[in-house]
């Protein structure tokens, strides 16, 4: 049961990512969406096949192959702007191509299913700060997540600056916002993290694409939960759990509920498997 658990589950999950890549590349009839998310889908798919195998850096293995995927090849190379600009021009221009695509899939519709599995295993940004020495919190969490609305708007203002002002080479521009939105990303993620002792205080507080993914993963299919006859509310789940999340309650009004990175910590670390 466990070797057909550990197969099956991978299988259907590429089968999903598969199923977006083939209509992508038939509606559009741009192969590369075929190349982009079968490429994701197997990455994925890896990453979960080894970590029902308990191995112990499945996720980080996916946070390589999809982050540094999307930030050198699609953003470096091909220079697309993937970060929350990039959407913003794309959405202006009326053109339902390489951001707009990205976000309606990981970020808008998806959580829906996968909540904010993308913050866990394909966020560039959160894939350098998850190696820097602050895993679990030293302390509550500070009320500043107020600031993810105003760098969401920021973004949104510069963008729209640009149309407005029908500045030329708005696609130059975007290239050149993509690296210096990343070089202060990593930037404040890095002071951040330092200055509250958490490696996920930029997610928690700064990162704007966190309004988009938020309201959605609280409808999120894919959830963890507490099986209440096994639980002996030992509180090891939350001092594990990156992101404050209250695992030991199902509700979906949990504390910090909609911020779970399903990262599996609560899982791997609960003493009586009630996770």
């Known amino acids: 049961m466990r070797r057909s658990k550990t197969l099956l589950v991978p299988i259907l999950i590429l089968l999903v990512f598969e199923a977006v890549a083939v209509t992508l590349w038939l509606t559009k009839g741009n192969l590369f969406y075929l190349f982009n998310f079968t490429y994701i889908g197997v990455s994925v ?8 195998r ?7 293995i996916v946070q390589l192959l999809v982050g540094l995927y999307m930030l050198v090849y699609l953003g470096l190379i091909c220079g697309e702007n993937m970060q929350l600009e990039g959407f913003w021009y794309y959405l202006f221009t009326g053109v339902f191509e390489a951001a707009t695509i990205h976000y309606a899939v990981a970020k808008i519709f998806g959580p829906l299913l996968f909540g904010r599995g993308w913050c866990g295993y394909a966020c560039w940004t959160a894939m350098l700060l998850d190696f820097l020495p602050f895993k679990t919190p030293a302390g509550p969490r500070k009320k500043l997540g107020w600031i993810r609305y105003i760098t969401f708007a920021a973004s949104l203002v510069f963008v729209a600056a640009l ?3 029908k500045v030329g080479n708005i696609e130059r521009i975007m290239f050149w916002a993509f690296i210096a939105g990343n070089v202060l990303y990593y930037g404040t993620g890095i002071i951040l993290a330092f200055v509250f002792k958490d490696n996920r205080a930029f ?5 704007p694409v966190t309004v988009f993914l938020k309201p959605m993963s609280y409808f999120s299919l894919i959830r963890v939960k507490c099986d ?10 939350k001092r594990v759990c990156p992101m404050d999340v209250d695992m030991t309650d199902n509700s979906r009004r949990r504390k910090n509920g909609t911020e779970c990175i399903l990262c599996m910590e609560c899982v791997k670390n609960c003493p009586k498997d009630a996770l």
């Open 45 to 52: 798919a890896l990453g979960v096949f080894l970590m029902l």
């Open 54 to 60: 308990k191995y112990k850096h499945a996720r980080r």
């Open 163 to 165: 149309f407005l002002a």
């Open 203 to 207: 997610c928690k507080y700064i990162c």
């Open 228 to 237: 209440r006859d096994k639980c002996v509310n030992c509180g090891k789940c």
